[in-house]
């Protein structure tokens, strides 16, 4: 039986690939160097367009709404923010941190134009909601066809 499968797509993956293979060639010529990787992640984004919006989806989860700042510019949608890391204390033993903390910056080019003035945002439940619509000039005009 052929079944397709449906793979999450991750546009940084080849890249993050290519940057460990170059880190493990300087590795090998120059020594294990420290790296931190935790002061910039992506969140994750669904873009639909459904009933003349574009609705964007961002999983944000352990955030404040007053930390994540939307921009729109040129048919561009920019994400930005910071996750702060909860204070360490001496006391804690962490045996594994795989959360990711500090900045982040998401900029989306939009399929449609959209109508600015009417963009909606709701954060619920560690999840960024963005309804972008579209002008009423993009939504497909139905014209009567007269016989005679």
Same mark, same amino acid.
Request: with cysteine; charged share 35%; aromatic share 10%.
């Given at each position: 039986?052929?079944?397709?499968?449906?793979?999450?797509?991750?546009?940084?993956?080849?890249?993050?690939?290519?940057?460990?293979?170059?880190?493990?060639?300087?590795?090998?010529?120059?020594?294990?160097?420290?790296?931190?990787?935790?002061?910039?992640?992506?969140?994750?984004?669904?873009?639909?367009?459904?009933?003349?919006?574009?609705?964007?989806?961002?999983?944000?989860?352990?955030?404040? =709404?007053?930390?994540? $700042?939307?921009?729109?510019? %040129?048919?561009? @949608?920019?994400?930005?923010?910071?996750? &702060?890391?909860? /204070?360490?204390?001496?006391?804690?033993?962490?045996?594994?941190?795989?959360?990711?903390?500090?900045?982040?910056?998401?900029?989306?080019?939009?399929?449609?134009?959209?109508?600015?003035?009417?963009? =909606?945002?709701?954060? $619920?439940?560690?999840?960024? %909601?963005?309804? @972008?619509?579209?002008?009423?000039?993009? &939504?497909?005009? /139905?014209?009567?066809?007269?016989?005679?």
């Amino acid at each position: 039986m052929n079944e397709k499968q449906i793979t999450r797509w991750e546009p940084f993956r080849n890249f993050l690939s290519l940057r460990d293979n170059f880190d493990g060639l300087f590795e090998n010529f120059f020594g294990r160097m420290p790296m931190e990787r935790q002061d910039f992640w992506l969140p994750t984004v669904d873009i639909v367009e459904n009933n003349g919006n574009i609705e964007v989806k961002v999983e944000l989860p352990g955030m404040n =709404k007053d930390d994540i $700042k939307i921009t729109i510019k %040129n048919n561009m @949608l920019r994400l930005s923010g910071e996750r &702060k890391q909860e /204070e360490e204390t001496k006391e804690k033993t962490f045996h594994r941190i795989e959360r990711y903390f500090g900045k982040f910056c998401r900029t989306i080019q939009l399929p449609a134009d959209i109508d600015a003035d009417k963009i =909606k945002a709701q954060y $619920k439940d560690g999840v960024l %909601n963005i309804t @972008l619509p579209k002008p009423k000039s993009m &939504k497909p005009k /139905e014209i009567e066809v007269e016989v005679k």
